[in-house]
């Protein structure tokens, strides 16, 4: 089945920073890759997700970036803020012909710390 | 607010004991996802449900199951216990079975003593 590695496993950052997270997937098939961010006590937050046939996606201060070849993706986030601070995780699924993308697998998450 | 609701919040209950959580999901949504948080494993899927059927099967134990009704609401039933079922229970929702963002609840907290 698919596996997905994510690093770092913690990151620490200032303020107005940028802040990087890799993830790598095994399966070539997986063709949907969102990113998720969760606060404490709170479930996963859907912040960006990005399909096989696009390389890069951007929201405001949020990207990923896809490497299919290579398999992995990134997620981006520029100009970082206290409120960014959160566990994030990356997912990879696969969804065609009636099968869902909603078999998600995730990688093991990574906390983010923005110091003021 | 992602619009999907957990019952109950939290959870404790004994070894052997049977629970059951509770899922509404977001309005439109047909698709309903279970999945367990522990700290050793991380997020993992365990069902799916669309539009009352069973679509797809991920690590659930066979103590474990679950089902929707047709007012879309679902519930997991976790049954004979063990300590090693601690863990947060999330439930999810999409429009679609296939091609959609899923949204997650609040999770149920749930601690087998």
């Known amino acids: 089945g698919e596996n997905v590695e994510q690093h770092p496993s913690t990151l620490s950052v200032q303020e107005g920073d940028s802040a990087v997270i890799k993830c790598t997937y095994s399966d070539s098939a997986s063709n949907y890759f969102p990113w998720y961010k969760q606060e404490l006590g709170k479930g996963p937050q859907l912040i960006i997700d990005?399909?096989?046939n696009v390389g890069e996606k951007k929201d405001q201060r949020i990207a990923v970036t896809l490497n299919k070849t290579a398999k992995h993706f990134s997620l981006h986030i520029t100009e970082t803020q206290p409120e960014d601070s959160a566990v994030y995780f990356c997912?990879?699924?696969w969804g065609a012909g009636g099968t869902s993308y909603g078999k998600l697998t995730f990688g093991q998450g990574t906390i983010l710390t923005v110091h003021p | 607010d992602s619009g999907v609701t957990q019952t109950p919040k939290h959870l404790i209950t004994a070894t052997g004991q049977r629970v059951t959580l509770r899922c509404s999901p977001r309005?439109?949504?047909?698709?309903v996802y279970w999945y367990q948080q522990s700290l050793d494993q991380g997020l993992q899927f365990l069902i799916q449900?669309?539009?009352?059927?069973?679509?797809a099967k991920g690590n659930i134990l066979e103590r474990f199951s679950a089902q929707q009704f047709p007012d879309l609401h679902s519930e997991l039933n976790l049954s004979s216990l063990e300590l090693g079922d601690s863990a947060l229970y999330f439930c999810a929702s999409s429009v679609g079975a296939i091609n959609s963002p899923l949204h997650f609840g609040n999770g149920t907290r749930l601690t087998v003593t």
């Open positions: 997912a990879a699924s």
């Open positions: 990005i399909r096989s």
């Open positions: 309005s439109g949504d047909l698709s």
């Open positions: 449900y669309y539009n009352g059927e069973e679509r």
